[in-house]
């Protein structure tokens, strides 16, 4: 059971973080606390496992990344920790994952690129094809995002 705090709290996190120099004091502030009984709450919240997830969701697009590509790179198994860590080691790569290979699909790491252009994104590919060796990927770029939205709790 939240107590009446812990909700406000919820409320205030999930809406994101406030876009100032000192978020967590702005969100102090609203829910009736100093900054650090703040910072303490949310810690004794993750602790008993309220919260289990604590993560910022960027939107590439208002940040000036209007090109996005997924890509999907033929990865032999035993090298894809090692080529793995080096892709996610880029800037320009959001997410990397590795999935099992299927009969009919050889690709086994999975990269989101972001860019300014779509040759942003071709160049990024090119540069992590030439340092890990691997010259099998294909890139498949987004032409719209259909929905980007995260849990909200205690609505009212």
């Known amino acids: 059971m939240l107590s009446d705090l812990e909700i406000k709290i919820v409320r205030e996190l999930q809406a994101g973080l406030p876009l100032v120099e000192m978020p967590y004091l ?9 900054e650090e009984e703040l910072i303490d709450a949310i ?8 919260i289990r997830r604590f993560g910022a969701a960027l939107k590439h697009q208002d940040l000036g ?28 790569v959001s997410h990397c994952y590795q999935r099992p290979r299927r009969p009919d699909w050889p690709y086994t790491i999975f990269t989101v690129l972001h860019g300014q252009s779509r040759e942003d994104c071709e160049k990024t590919a090119a540069k992590l094809a030439a340092e890990t060796g691997i010259k099998e990927y294909k890139l498949l770029f987004s032409t ?13």
């Open 65 to 92: 990344f209007t090109a996005n590509a997924m890509v999907v790179w033929d990865v032999p198994e035993n090298k894809a920790p090692e080529v793995g860590r080096t892709m996610a080691a880029y800037e320009q």
């Open 144 to 156: 719209r995002e259909l929905k980007k939205s995260s849990m909200k709790y205690f609505l009212d």
């Open 26 to 34: 702005e969100i102090a502030r609203r829910v009736g606390l100093a």
């Open 43 to 50: 810690k004794v919240m993750i602790r008993r496992g309220i």
